[in-house]
């Protein structure tokens, strides 16, 4: 098993859908994150939970709602998107939630919104 | 402005040539990080600099973090195609417990 793991791969949805993206870490660690990755734009960080508790949420829509049921799972629900939410979301997880070592990322859900 | 500013945006290169990619800072770092990202794929981390005059290496991969503690290079001797990919440099500024990350850099190895 990879370290983190990201499905769906690729998701298309319009604009009324719900869909939902889930992450799981086998790592054992204490933090987990969701980045979004646009064309050409640098990663941004969304969400950030350490130790099943939000501590950042970086003025993200609320039609993306984030959900962490444990250290090992995140989801990323997504309700209402905008074509401009086309993007590779990246979840990423490390040892702890002050950010200061390396981070583990999935292989990304590239997301398409009609 | 962007608080890391990579360059080149992309570079193109015939294989067997060295490349430097650089990442600058607007703020003194904490910690910088180098990652690659195969094209649609997660970012697989490379290395992490955090001493000013720091050198690191992973196989034919360097880089170093200047004095100041705000800039830093990837150097690549003899790029081969399987260098190919996208360069990420992230970074944690002192005082901050964020990982914020560049544009990136695209590199093509021409065979």
């Known amino acids: 098993e990879t370290g983190v793991t990201q499905t769906p791969r690729h998701l298309v949805m319009g604009m009324t859908n719900k869909k939902s993206l889930k992450c799981e870490q086998h790592?054992?660690?204490?933090?987990m994150y969701w980045y979004k990755q646009s064309a050409k734009k640098p990663l941004e960080l969304m969400f950030v939970y350490n130790f099943k508790e939000q501590t950042e949420n970086n003025s993200v829509p609320s039609r993306f709602s984030p959900e962490c049921p444990n250290s090992s799972h995140l989801f990323l629900h997504l309700h209402t998107l905008q074509p401009e939410d086309s993007a590779l979301y990246l979840c990423?997880?490390?040892?702890?939630?002050?950010?200061?070592?390396?981070?583990?990322f999935g292989e990304g859900s590239r997301l398409r919104v009609l | 402005s962007q608080e890391l500013e990579q360059s080149p945006q992309s570079l193109i290169v015939q294989e067997g040539k060295n490349l430097t990619i650089n990442c600058t800072s607007s703020?003194?770092?904490?910690?910088l990080y180098w990652y690659k990202q195969k094209y649609g794929e997660g970012l697989i981390f490379l290395m992490m600099?955090?001493?000013?005059?720091e050198e690191k290496s992973h196989e034919k991969i360097t880089a170093k973090l200047d004095e100041k503690k705000q800039q830093s290079s990837l150097h690549i001797t003899a790029s081969q195609p399987s260098h190919a990919g996208i360069y990420l440099c992230?970074?944690?500024?002192?005082?901050?417990?964020?990982?914020?990350f560049g544009a990136g850099t695209r590199l093509f190895v021409k065979a």
């Open positions: 600099l955090q001493k000013g005059g």
């Open positions: 703020k003194t770092l904490y910690g």
């Open positions: 790592l054992g660690h204490n933090a």
């Open positions: 990423a997880s490390s040892q702890d939630g002050e950010n200061t070592g390396e981070l583990f």
């Open positions: 992230g970074a944690v500024h002192t005082g901050g417990f964020k990982t914020i």
